[in-house]
């Protein structure tokens, strides 16, 4: 079972590459069968790890046998299941929606990036050093360029994957830096020795030995660089320039793994590093503090702003790119609210914004392609469910969970400007999704004209396999008073600095 999270990642790259070797023949079944087959066994797998932690705890994983800080070490606890969880399965969606809605000379290169990206999502979830967190970051965006240069005969694509690609790789250079100025501050790029070290400046740890000098500035100078590349990589206000280029161009079987794995990598980056690596008791804490308040307030403020946008638009692809944004804004600022209800919170709303951005997507799809009535009531289902899930304040719906934790905890530390800003997030919103669905309602939008290869049958299968997730999670937090506070324990769990470092290093801090 130890070797858990390098079997997910290493069937998703084996797949990439299997892909990249059989893309050059003609098997066109084949291919499509291998890609399903390997999205559904990297669902299972992930279900198998997080079913294991729940019950055992977390699992750490070394490469070659190197006892840490030497070599890669991997590991998974309650956090980094969760978001291997939904990223496996927004894959499983975006296959098989690829499967019926893209021709096959271009879903085959679709397979192949997004298994890589897939790869580096995996690899920085459960990567134990920074050093190999730089480098699954960058395999993620070179992936994520690729798909959004997919269709390379619109100059719409190209334009926003130059733009995306440019900022992307001058953005995430920032990230290197920091790992070199932490290699040479701390001696090692280990998250649990540098975590160690931050604490207690005099411990000794076999191979890496002390730190070099005051490593006080070292440490403010990366925390700084790598939260900006954080808030780049999930579109946060300031840094959200290049998010709704990519999204209105992108295919929408890579749309869907955006919203679910590549953009959340930015929100789970932010919690181990403010919440492990530079824990409340680092020697940086004033300046952590600092930077948490200063976050508190950048993620409100990008939550209101891009909720007012999502108000004011009219196509489908514009109101998911500014959604994704608030969405993503709301769960920043529960990730740095510090007590266990926000940050689980948190977590369970990025879930729950993949979840709704897949449901609205694959449903706009199929109520646009399709000539079939049936169908394209379907679609509607799915869109109507996917923003109500958005809109997050009905119980059926995970959204509506999400929220009412975000605000317990805002409540809990005497945040009431979280509330309200949560609450007025979701107004602004509204308006932006039932406008949409009003104008569905009141006239039939015109159709587009599918691709050769469209599959309305295949396509309605994505769809009610996330219609019966998202009420089915919804309706175990219901039926199951139990299931929340499991979340909230294993969450704190998660976050816990000692616990990490212990797991990892086998020391225990202060002794």
């Not at 490469?63 to 939904?86: E, H, Q, R, T």
């Not at 977590?347 to 646009?368: K, M, P, Q, R």
């Not at 049936?374 to 869109?383: E, F």
């Not at 769809?463 to 909230?488: A, D, E, H």
């Amino acid at each position: 079972m130890n070797a858990l999270p390098a079997s997910i990642l290493m069937n998703y790259l084996f797949a990439a590459v299997a892909l990249s070797i059989l893309g050059l023949t003609k098997h066109r079944k084949v291919l499509d069968i291998i890609a399903l087959s390997a999205s559904v066994t990297g669902l299972m797998l992930s279900l198998i790890l997080m079913r294991y932690i729940t019950s055992n705890g977390s699992i750490t994983y070394t490469f070659g046998g190197f006892k840490p800080p030497l070599g890669v070490v991997y590991y998974a606890d309650f956090v980094s299941g969760v978001f291997s969880l939904i990223s496996s399965f927004a894959l499983l969606i975006s296959t098989m929606c690829a499967f019926a809605t893209m021709s096959f000379a271009t879903r085959k290169y679709l397979y192949i990036l997004a298994y890589l990206l897939l790869t580096g999502v995996h690899g920085f979830i459960f990567s134990g050093d920074v050093f190999h967190l730089y480098v699954s970051v960058e395999l993620i965006a070179i992936s994520a360029y690729a798909i959004t240069a997919l269709y390379s005969n619109r100059s719409g694509n190209i334009r926003a994957a130059l733009l995306y690609g440019i900022a992307g790789t001058s953005i995430t250079s920032f990230l290197f830096l920091a790992v070199i100025i932490l290699y040479g501050s701390y001696g090692t790029v280990n998250m649990a020795d540098i975590a160690l070290k931050s604490i207690f400046n005099e411990e000794y740890v076999p191979y890496s030995g002390y730190v070099f000098g005051d490593v006080s500035t070292a440490s403010i100078v990366a925390l700084a660089l790598i939260t900006w590349v954080f808030l780049f990589k999930s579109g946060i206000m300031p840094n959200h320039f290049w998010l709704p280029n990519v999204y209105r161009v992108t295919p929408i079987a890579g749309l869907i793994l955006f919203t679910s794995s590549a953009d959340l990598i930015g929100i789970y980056g932010v919690l181990r590093l403010y919440h492990v690596v530079f824990g409340d008791r680092c020697i940086i804490s004033s300046f952590r503090t600092t930077m948490m308040s200063l976050l508190t307030a950048m993620s409100m403020i990008s939550t209101f702003f891009s909720s007012l946008l999502v108000a004011k638009q009219v196509r489908i692809r514009n109101i998911v790119a500014y959604s994704t944004i608030a969405q993503l804004s709301i769960a920043l600022s529960g990730v740095v609210a510090g007590v266990p209800e926000a940050v689980s919170g948190a977590i369970l709303h990025v879930v729950a914004n993949a979840l709704g951005d897949a449901l609205v997507l694959c449903g706009f799809t199929l109520h646009a392609w399709s000539s079939n009535k049936h169908m394209r009531k379907l679609g509607m289902v799915s869109i109507s469910i996917g923003f109500v899930n958005l809109f997050g304040l009905l119980p059926i719906v995970p959204g509506f969970w999400s929220k009412a934790l975000m605000s317990l905890g805002f409540l809990k530390v005497g945040n009431l400007l979280g509330v309200i800003v949560i609450l007025l997030s979701t107004g602004l919103c509204a308006i932006g999704y039932f406008r949409y669905l009003t104008r569905i309602a009141i006239r039939e939008l015109a159709k587009s004209t599918p691709p050769r290869d469209y599959s309305e049958k295949m396509l309605s299968i994505p769809i009610v396999i996330l219609i019966t997730v998202t009420i089915g999670f919804s309706l175990s937090i219901i039926l199951n008073p139990y299931l929340l506070p499991i979340v909230i324990n294993n969450t704190l769990d998660s976050t816990r600095s000692d616990r990490f470092i212990y797991n990892l290093l086998g020391i225990k801090p202060g002794e």
